[in-house]
């Protein structure tokens, strides 16, 4: 085989392995780290193994495609509730970075 053949059959093999590893991560963001972001910052009010309510609702189930305010669980409805807030929930624009975001929704996507 011949060194372009096997380099565009090792191109190949990594496509879905690539695939994989980005569904996993989110879009742009890495579920783990937004695992422990969520922790220090959202656990207080979110559950996240749960639909139970604490001071914010629980939020076990997004990845089925809604909030549980009824709104689908997009990257860009989430961005928008992180940056904005809502009446019960404080924006979180500026306490966290663009990075941190990112990580937070890829985490709350896997819910």
């Known amino acids: ?16 392995l690539a695939s994989a590893q980005n569904a996993k991560k989110g879009a742009s963001g890495d579920a783990a780290s937004g ?10 009010c979110h559950e996240s193994s749960s639909t139970e309510t604490k001071v914010g609702p629980g939020l076990k189930g997004v ?20 940056n904005s807030g809502t009446d019960v929930m404080p924006s979180f624009k500026d306490t ?9 929704i890829a985490y709350v996507m896997t819910l």
Request: glycine share 6%; with cysteine; net charge positive.
């Open 1 to 16: 085989m011949t060194l372009i053949k096997s380099v565009l059959l090792c191109a190949v093999l990594m496509v879905p």
């Open 63 to 82: 990845k089925s495609g809604k909030l549980p305010s009824g709104k689908p669980a997009s990257h860009a409805t989430i961005l928008n509730l992180l």
């Open 96 to 104: 966290l970075t663009d990075k941190q975001k990112e990580d937070v």
């Open 35 to 44: 695992k422990t972001i969520f922790e220090g910052n959202c656990s207080d």
